[in-house]
């Protein structure tokens, strides 16, 4: 069962922290929309228990919205700074709004459409993969009762088109991915086109998602386990995987991706790697350490060449339960270790 103890510990009035040193939080870290979008994701699939912590972390999202258009990133000692606003982090506000759409809570579904009929106006402009790929995903699973019909598919064809061509571009017969480097939440982009082809049927996109998350799994499950692509340099085209630092966030985005691929498929081959990738947060890794500290509820923020980095803050905890909440719909202890592709 998830274990919520860290995410309360993070999470004030405001929202949930930034960072934590060990496992107490860091005021002096602030707060982050990536991190309160993550989190309110996260308190929608809690049941009840997290009707009062997804209020919080809406409330985040709606005050950083800016008149220009755009979300502020990052919230530090009361005053919104910029630096770090993108387009990444505007698509996972937008997903996680979305995803407050469907809320059964009145006040969360209603402010969550308040949010998503000023930021649907952007969704033109957005040209980061990462960004378009979270907002395909909340255009094709979130409620736009404010948008005709034509003018969401509208806006899925243009996106979808945009991270095809960018495939396309960088696509060779031994490179089969959207850039010319694998950096970080790779699985995010195979998983918004099989949720295009699942809203839409569009079989290109099909095709694509299959053979891009073919490729990312064929090289992250080699070993056996996962193997995250590390940050220290990441991993380009005609070079070697860097091992370290691997970080929780990129194992909870090939456990969505494989999620979605095995919803869109059926292929049994997804269900069993989306285990084993889940599998490490608890020691099934290159370190043969667990990530899950069960004393804390946390999540230590990253594998190392030592160990593990101690300290356990948003991104980490988030990252493990979302990964927790979603495999809590599948009896896990059942199914075989995956094996490599």
Request: hydrophobic residues 40%; glycine residues 8%.
């Amino acid at each position: 069962m998830p274990n919520y103890k860290h995410l309360y510990n993070m999470t004030d009035e405001t929202g949930i922290l930034q960072f934590s040193k060990f496992h107490h939080p860091d005021q002096d870290s602030g707060y982050t929309l990536d991190d309160n979008a993550r989190a309110l994701m996260a308190a929608l699939s809690m049941g009840d228990e997290g009707y009062p912590l997804a209020l919080i972390f809406t409330r985040y999202l709606l005050r950083s919205w800016r008149e220009n258009g755009k979300w502020s990133n990052l919230l530090l000692h009361g005053q919104y700074y910029h630096h770090l606003d993108s387009e990444d982090s505007f698509g996972r506000a937008f997903w996680a709004c979305s995803t407050g759409s469907k809320s059964d809570w009145p006040m969360i579904k209603e402010s969550c459409m308040e949010i998503l009929e000023l930021a649907v106006t952007r969704l033109p402009v957005l040209h980061s993969a990462r960004g378009m790929a979270y907002c395909l995903i909340g255009l094709c699973k979130g409620q736009f009762p404010f948008l005709t019909v034509h003018y969401q598919n509208s806006l899925i064809r243009l996106l979808a088109d945009r991270l095809l061509a960018l495939y396309g571009s960088h696509r060779s017969s031994d490179w089969h991915w959207f850039e010319d480097k694998m950096t970080y939440c790779n699985g995010i982009l195979p998983q918004s086109l099989f949720a295009v082809h699942a809203y839409n049927g569009n079989k290109k996109c099909l095709h694509v998602a299959c053979e891009s998350i073919r490729f990312l799994n064929h090289h992250l499950f080699a070993k056996g386990y996962l193997n995250i692509v590390g940050n220290e340099g990441w991993y380009g085209r005609g070079g070697k995987i860097p091992v370290w630092d691997q970080q929780p966030v990129d194992a909870v985005s090939v456990i969505f991706a494989c999620h979605e691929a095995y919803q869109v498929t059926g292929l049994n081959e997804y269900k069993h790697l989306m285990i084993s990738a889940h599998r490490w947060y608890r020691g099934s890794n290159i370190n043969s350490m667990p990530l899950y500290d069960i004393e804390s509820g946390g999540c230590f923020d990253a594998l190392t060449r030592e160990g593990v980095n101690l300290n356990q803050g948003a991104e980490a905890v988030l990252s493990l339960l979302l990964s927790d909440l979603l495999l809590a719909s599948y009896n896990a202890d059942k199914l075989p270790q995956a094996q490599s592709l």
